[in-house]
């Protein structure tokens, strides 16, 4: 097995489990459930940038173009909405975990297609409130030059690491979800 495919595998049900509490991708889709996914999004997102700025990261990464920090400031701004606190820290995410961390944000992007055709019926667009999840006329193949910088990168007993820091990403996601939504009450 790659270890791409063990990554994607050992993920796979904390993906299905964040896409499935998201109401992104639901026909009744309402702008107050979605500020709240973006009130969400960027209550995780700053933190764990922070953080990533912080490790060394080589070129191969080009982090430079992955991070998405501005992307929901703008999306944030549009919706007249501010940028909320931060729902974790990431101070002790080792640089491994740092690269399983950056495969979530960057795998963020590839639901975008999907989710920005919804965000479209509310009146939103990539210059209004949407952002974050309308996709990159080059989202393939900077998805493909991450996959590759991960597999040139991580060694196999560095493996368990990345992993680790997926998971614990996409954990913080659905935890700060399920606070927000319970604190506004918004249907999951
Ligand atoms: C309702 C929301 C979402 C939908 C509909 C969705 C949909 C998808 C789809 C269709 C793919 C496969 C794309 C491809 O292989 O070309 C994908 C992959 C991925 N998504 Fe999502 N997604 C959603 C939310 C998220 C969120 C919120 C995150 C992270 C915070 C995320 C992280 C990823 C990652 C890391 C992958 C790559 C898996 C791999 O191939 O290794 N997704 N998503």
């Known amino acids: 097995m790659t270890f791409l495919t063990r990554l994607k595998a050992e993920t796979h049900a904390l993906h299905m489990e964040l896409e499935q509490a998201l109401p992104l991708g639901r026909p009744g889709l309402t702008l107050p459930q979605y500020g ?4 969400t999004f960027a209550a995780v997102v700053f933190p764990l940038e922070e953080r990533l700025r912080q490790l060394a990261w080589n070129d191969a990464f080009e982090v430079e173009a992955r991070w998405r920090s501005e992307a929901l400031l703008q999306d944030l701004s549009g919706l007249e909405l501010k940028l909320p606190a931060p729902a974790s820290q990431f101070q002790t995410l080792t640089p491994l975990q740092g690269m399983g961390a950056l495969y979530v944000l960057e795998g963020s992007r590839l639901g975008g297609a999907i989710i920005a055709r919804d ?9 209004h409130g949407a952002a974050f999840f309308s996709p990159s006329a080059h989202l393939a193949p900077d998805w493909k030059r991450f996959k590759e910088a991960l597999t040139r990168e991580v060694t196999e007993d560095e493996e368990t690491e990345v992993v680790s820091g997926a998971q614990l990403t996409y954990q913080v996601f659905l935890s700060a979800w399920r606070e927000k939504s319970k604190l506004d009450k918004v249907t999951e």
């Open 36 to 39: 709240a996914v973006l009130e």
């Open 119 to 127: 965000l479209a019926r509310l009146g939103l667009n990539a210059t």
